[in-house]
């Protein structure tokens, strides 16, 4: 019934061809925005834009909707046990609740389900042309931009469309990040990027090294201590493992209520030490080292199982790898140890290769945009960033939000054009700024933020936005 | 009371940090033989209701005109979990969570109190189109109706007691009296604190996605005064359908056939949200 199966664009319709880029035609879309990717972000862009009443055109690489939360999909990070590790009122989007008798920590296959009932719900499926992957992303005249696709795998013709906007939803868990290490190449055991750890029959019997203490890192680690002979974590510093459950509730309503009371942070800061005193202990009795930082001040780790299977033994904590041998893995404290298998729970890298980095405002290519509100960047009004945001909660809400203000944007550019004028000056002025407290090492979170402090920035960009 | 005025709120540490506890759920349906792409329509009946008052007549006349037609019934009401500290956040998370449950994007159509949690949910869903029947939207003016129509049943509600409703209120007198007094001994009651919500609750967030709002009464209901259904429906910008010589409960009296016939009619028209 639906052509959004075939591989290829929306054909032009009543819409005029002009010729224009390299020789090839281009295909004008009139007022239709494109939305990149089909992921929890895009699916909300396209449902919160179509609600403003623009037309949307989403190009998806994979054959399916949920981008990294989509197992099926080449480049998805879940692997079989991935469970939310924020709880459900976090997690859900504000307007289309999930079902209220799940558990407080949906299982990632539950929200694969309710990102396909949110597409069908809301009809959405029709506007994704899936198996399309976007070859580049080129501003033109009048603030508009050029969208060149092709089939994935870089099969088929090169497409070129014209449209009014665009929407950037392309994830940015799906880039692995492998640190440097001496001595690497020369290692004979078998390496691994947690990328591609799906299941824990893959540690089964063997000596196991995970390396990183994210959540992912810290999930590898509990089911190597579940299903390896032998598991080591390693961390560079000591973190805080907040349990999932505080006081009988998710620990992060349990920080809302909080949050809520507009208790200070340093009050915040001292309850919540004071708490996992009380609950979790004295970490170093477990030998594991000390946080050299206060709570809320790296990206929050929600694993009750981790601290309980270092106590039996089963995990043994050791500090930073300092270089690989043949057969072995030198720590920074001069110690060796000998796994078999290393798993580089080392993290994700952002990446836009089909826009000029100078777009996103990063000109020296480091890799990290310069945006206000980590979604709008200055001088293209037209562009939005979705779900580049690393929450100390879930991340849908906030790409809800912020496909909500940019829809309202691109309604007043229509209507008000001296207000969206006032907003482009407000993301020059604003760019690069951060939405969460005092952050160690921030280089490397560059794109954290708190969900409070973040939501709190877009409601009043909203509001300055409408105000009468 | 004001409708329009209210700004989205994006901070709503409360429901973060409070989720609604949930509960088991009574939801009718009635869906038409061959799909054919009409939305489904969510009642969502008033205080003391359950869903087995849409279940009666307009449930099945919906889908036979081809609306997948459901019904539910709020907590502590018909089939539903008994919930006597039932708020009006509670109610609209019943809502919204059937709401998101059914297949598509849905009309939500709310009668007496229900029309209140409907606009209430309209905050947090977007729905394709709103109808209020007979909406109780909380106000001084109501109470003052209600309390001159039936002292006896609004009064103990005042002090805590339960909100009852009379067979005279309900019904016009073309109804069979045997069918009002078997309709009206199936009525429940509604939780305290809701009750008293009607009239202290804070005004409903502005609606998610525009829906388009139909607002139909009856001049002659002994529970809605005419002047609020006015009211209601010049909040968003038009006029009430009236059906004169109705009781307060449309879908059940005499001629109930008109009533839903006049929603369906406006759905099939209505080109979707304005």
């Not at chain 1, 020789?23 to 089909?38: K, L, Q």
């Not at chain 1, 991935?82 to 299982?107: A, G, N």
């Not at chain 2, 008994?82 to 994007?105: F, I, S």
């Amino acid at each position: 019934m639906s052509p959004s199966t075939d591989p290829g664009r929306p054909e032009p319709e009543a819409t005029a061809l002009t010729p224009t880029r390299d020789g090839r035609t281009v295909s004008d879309r009139g007022d239709t925005v494109c939305v990149i990717g089909a992921g929890a972000s895009g699916l909300t862009a396209m449902k919160n834009l179509r609600e403003h009443g623009f037309g949307v055109d989403c190009y998806e690489r994979e054959t399916g909707i949920g981008g990294g939360w989509n197992w099926r999909h080449d480049r998805s990070p879940v692997y079989a046990s991935t469970h939310l590790i924020s709880s459900r009122p976090f997690t859900q989007f504000p307007d289309f609740p999930m079902p209220d008798d799940w558990p407080d920590y949906p299982h990632h296959s539950q929200l694969l389900s309710y990102f396909e009932r949110y597409a069908d719900h809301f009809d959405l499926r029709q506007h994704v042309w899936f198996g399309t992957e976007v070859v580049r992303v080129e501003p033109v005249a009048g603030e508009r931009w050029d969208v060149t696709t092709r089939s994935t795998g870089g099969y088929g013709p090169e497409r070129t469309s014209r449209y009014a906007a665009v929407v950037v939803a392309n994830g940015h868990n799906w880039s692995p990040k492998l640190p440097r290490y001496e001595g690497l190449e020369e290692f004979r055991g078998e390496i691994m990027h947690a990328s591609s750890y799906k299941d824990p029959a893959q540690l089964r019997g063997k000596r196991v090294l995970v390396v990183g203490a994210g959540n992912t890192g810290c999930d590898i680690a509990v089911e190597a201590a579940q299903q390896a002979s032998h598991c080591w974590h390693s961390t560079r510093r000591g973190y805080w493992y907040a349990p999932k459950y505080v006081l009988g509730r998710p620990a992060d309503q349990v920080n809302d209520t909080l949050l809520a009371l507009r208790l200070p942070l340093r009050v915040r800061q001292w309850l919540y030490h004071w708490t996992l005193r009380l609950t979790v202990g004295d970490l170093t009795r477990f030998g594991l080292p000390k946080p050299d930082h206060r709570v809320y001040e790296t990206h929050p780790i929600a694993n009750s199982q981790l601290v309980y299977y270092v106590g039996h033994g089963e995990i043994a904590p050791v500090p930073d790898v300092a270089r690989f041998h043949t057969k072995a893995v030198e720590l920074t404290d001069g110690r060796q140890i000998e796994p078999e298998l290393v798993v580089f729970a080392t993290g994700y890298l952002p990446r836009f290769e089909f826009l000029d980095p100078r777009i996103l405002g990063d000109a020296d290519g480091s890799g990290r945009p310069r945006l206000w509100l980590n979604a709008f960047a200055p001088g293209h009004p037209t562009l939005a960033v979705a779900g580049l945001l690393q929450p100390d909660s879930g991340l849908f809400p906030l790409s809800h939000w912020q496909s909500v203000l940019f829809a309202r944007l691109l309604t007043l550019r229509l209507t008000r054009p001296d207000r969206a004028a006032a907003f482009a000056k407000r993301v020059t002025a604003g760019v690069g700024e951060r939405y969460s407290g005092r952050v160690k090492d921030s280089s490397r979170h560059w794109f954290e933020v708190g969900h409070a402090d973040y939501l709190r920035a877009v409601q009043r960009a909203m509001y300055d936005l409408e105000e009468k | 009371m004001s409708g329009g005025g209210e700004r989205v709120r994006i901070m709503r540490g409360r429901e973060w940090a409070r989720p609604v506890r949930p509960a088991r759920r009574e939801v009718l349906s009635a869906l038409p033989e061959l799909e054919q792409g009409r939305p489904p329509l969510l009642f969502v009946p008033g205080f003391g209701h359950g869903a087995w008052a849409f279940a009666e007549h307009w449930l099945e006349h919906a889908a036979g005109r081809g609306f997948p037609a459901y019904a539910l019934s709020l907590r502590g009401h018909g089939g539903s979990e008994p919930a006597p500290e039932a708020t009006l956040r509670a109610y609209t998370h019943d809502v919204t969570q059937v709401a998101a449950g059914l297949p598509r994007q849905a009309v939500l159509v709310g009668h007496g109190a229900g029309a209140l949690v409907v606009r209430h949910a309209l905050a947090r869903y977007p729905a394709r189109a709103a109808v209020l029947v007979a909406p109780v939207l909380g106000d001084w003016g109501t109470l003052g109706a209600a309390l001159r129509r039936n002292p006896g049943g609004t009064l103990p509600a005042l002090v805590g007691g339960g909100l009852r409703l009379s067979r005279r209120q309900l019904f016009s007198r073309e109804l069979p009296d045997a069918e009002a007094r078997r309709y009206a001994s199936r009525l429940g009651r509604a939780g305290r604190r809701a009750q008293w919500q009607l009239l202290t609750h804070r005004s409903p967030e502005p609606a998610v996605g525009h829906p388009p709002v139909l607002v139909l009464g009856s001049p002659d209901d002994r529970v809605v005064p005419p002047a609020a259904l006015t009211r209601a429906a010049r909040r968003h910008g038009g006029a009430p359908l009236l059906f004169p010589g109705m009781g307060h409960d449309l879908m059940l009296d005499a001629r109930w056939r008109e009533p839903i016939d006049a929603i369906l009619d406006w759905l099939e028209k209505e080109p979707g949200p304005a």
